[in-house]
């Protein structure tokens, strides 16, 4: 348990869907991030969060939205996705100061119809 | 930007014999150095890091080796055993000295102990 949760751990979508992913942490970390997890590829980072400002935006498209309501949950929307969009989607958080280990969350897979 | 690379994408090991997982990186201002171990169906976490001031670190049966001259680091696992089989990512930043520096990672390896 590394004090990082996601749900929902499994989603099947169609491309004309409107859904969201949650990111919850009890670690009372700062920095929060979304990633892409696709097969034989590195670990994509997608948005970072800091003390709830957005901070990086890995030139994401717009059919993800990142929301960060407070320092402990961060949500991505999702609409209008593209099969391609299929992979695991990771949430980590760090304490957002200099170098910390970063805490990953079990991820939700995602399937796109 | 920075770029790692890492080999070899899979390796399989007898149980009791050590496993060697290699990465390069192009950016010389990297700095911090972290391993991560993945299980199925859970994330990444952290199992070793290294900082630029030290050559090599060691944790138990686990160990990372850096060479920054050539720019390059290694896991090392002795006496490998059934729950070592993961996926294994290295990764590097330059987060000492900047600060909050993002991480980027290698394409892992998928390391199978063989018992």
């Known amino acids: 348990e590394t004090g990082v949760t996601q749900t929902p751990r499994h989603l099947v979508m169609g491309m004309t869907n409107k859904k969201s992913l949650k990111c919850e942490q009890h670690?009372?970390?700062?920095?929060m991030y979304w990633y892409k997890q696709s097969a034989k590829k590195p670990l994509e980072l997608m948005f970072v969060y800091n003390f709830k400002e957005q901070t990086e935006n890995n030139s994401v498209p717009s059919r993800f939205s990142p929301e960060c309501p407070n320092s402990s949950h961060l949500f991505l929307h999702l609409h209008t996705l593209q099969p391609e969009d299929s992979a695991l989607y990771l949430c980590a958080t760090d304490s957002g100061g200099a170098v910390n280990e970063q805490f990953f969350g079990p991820g939700t897979r995602l399937t796109v119809l | 930007g920075e770029n790692v690379e890492q080999h070899p994408s899979t390796l399989s090991v007898q149980e009791g014999d050590s496993a060697v997982i290699k990465c390069t990186y192009s950016d010389s201002a990297s700095n911090y150095f972290p391993w991560y171990k993945q299980e199925l169906g859970k994330g990444p976490q952290l199992i070793i890091d290294?900082?630029?001031?030290?050559g090599e670190k060691k944790d138990q049966r686990i160990a990372v080796t850096l060479n920054k001259t050539a720019k390059h680091f290694s896991l090392h696992i002795t006496e490998t055993q059934p729950e070592d089989s993961a996926v294994y990512f290295c990764a590097a930043s330059k987060g000492v000295n900047f600060g909050n520096e993002k991480l980027t990672f290698g394409t892992g390896t998928r390391l199978t102990i063989i018992p």
């Open positions: 670690l009372g970390h700062n920095a």
């Open positions: 290294i900082r630029s001031n030290v």
